[in-house]
């Protein structure tokens, strides 16, 4: 890979830092935090929850923190090129459409790296929640998201109870991310 692709590849994926999360956006919460601020702090949730789960000795086998902060820094990747497309999209554009779009957008976005397999392959673990790190990821993404949402609320934020009744519906991969969500759900403005 040239100096100028990987410059290249450095300028579009900054575009995830400019790019709000248009969920936030479309409930009316200002100042949206962007893709690149959720990838980070799920990267961050990672990071913390793998630690966890592999100290506390109840895994069948430890975490690999390393392929799981790989696949959670890998996780939006594909939004560089399509953005954030809001959930009233899935209504409109199938579950199929949209899988293949992100897979066609990540390979062109990874393909000149050396490890451009090997990312599209970690990025599939998570879209397929296929291994303990792609579903740890999966479940980081979620507990991120709600931890967002619970912080738009404490500012003043509403009309985000959708999110809530998404999560309750959520079937968790670890019982540590269902126990934080409800955890997080207490905390919400007026259940105190």
Known sequence: ???????????????????????WLLRGVPDA???ADHSFHTAFVVLALADVLNASGTLP????????LAIAVLHDLPEARLTDLPGPTKH????????EAEVKALAA????????????????EFEDESTPEGKLVRDADKVEMMIQCLRYELSGSRGLDDFWA?????????????????RLKGMRPGNG
């Open 166 to 182: 998404s999560m309750d519906r959520q079937d968790w991969h670890y019982p540590l991310c269902g126990d934080l969500y409800a």
């Open 33 to 35: 935090e962007s893709i």
């Open 92 to 99: 409109l554009i199938p579950r199929e459409v949209k899988a």
């Open 1 to 23: 890979m040239s100096q100028n692709q990987l410059i290249s590849l450095f300028l579009e994926v900054t575009t995830l830092k400019y790019l709000p999360r248009t969920g």
């Open 61 to 68: 086998s430890p975490l690999d923190t390393g392929k799981a």
């Open 109 to 124: 976005l990874t393909s000149a790296l050396p490890s451009a397999v090997r990312f599209q392959a970690l990025w599939r």
